[in-house]
T-cell receptor, first 114, second 114 residues
């Protein structure tokens, strides 16, 4: 089955600094990759996706992600973090071998300190 | 104007009881899902429905039964509740089953079994 991994449980950054939340993938064929954010007591919100084309994908709230085929990575980035970006972030992949099931990583908790 | 709404938000019940969670989406999407999020925030797909046909059943106990009266609704009925069923259950929808379609989530139902 296709899968994603998020190697960091927790990421801490200072407000105004750039942030990176890491994700690596394992797929056969072309990957369909997504990032979602979850705020406390809320459902997941879609941020961005990579299907094909440019390796740098821009999404909601100033986030972007860089697809790197050689490193099988899809890291989420933002040039300048806000305290309000503090949340749980999930990387996900469509498992094209299993009915396009959306499979999620374990999540990374981002804390942005003032 | 909630896109995916589920009720109730909280559900506290005793072992052995039967309960239902309702979900409705007003996005005109063809596909709906149920996900379970455990205490460690790990997300696991339970079911998906595409045009009222069950597509995925990820080894979920048969005490759990999805019911879809129409394309906009996917309810989850749980029989003989067990302590291990305590979790947050999320309903989601996507435009269709294509790999490029992101998921749109409801805000979850926190189920506590005592």
């Amino acid at each position: 089955a296709q899968s994603v991994a998020q190697p960091e449980d927790q990421v801490n950054v200072a407000e105004g600094n750039p942030l990176t939340v890491k994700c690596t993938y394992s797929v056969s064929g072309n990957p369909y990759l997504f990032w979602y954010v979850q705020y406390p007591n809320r459902g997941l919100q879609f941020l961005l996706k990579y299907i094909t084309g440019d390796n740098l994908v821009k999404g909601s709230y100033g986030f972007e992600a860089e697809f790197n085929k050689s490193q099988t990575s899809f890291h989420l980035k933002k040039p300048s973090a806000l305290v309000s970006d503090s949340a749980l972030y999930f990387c996900a992949v469509r498992d094209v071998n299993n009915n396009n099931d959306m499979r999620f990583g374990a999540g990374t908790r981002l804390t942005v300190k003032p | 104007d909630t896109a995916v709404s589920q009720t109730p938000k909280y559900l506290v019940t005793q072992m052995g009881n039967d309960k239902s969670i309702k979900c409705e989406q007003n996005l005109g999407h063809d596909t709906m899902y149920w996900y379970k999020q455990d205490s460690k925030k790990f997300l696991k797909i339970m079911f998906s429905y595409n045009n009222k046909e069950l597509i995925i059943n990820e080894t979920v106990p048969n005490r759990f039964s999805p019911k879809s009266p129409d394309k906009a609704h996917l309810n989850l009925h749980i029989n003989s509740l067990e302590l291990g069923d305590s979790a947050v259950y999320f309903c989601a929808s996507s435009q269709d089953l294509r790999a490029a379609s992101p998921l749109h989530f409801g805000n979850g139902t926190r189920l506590t079994v005592t």
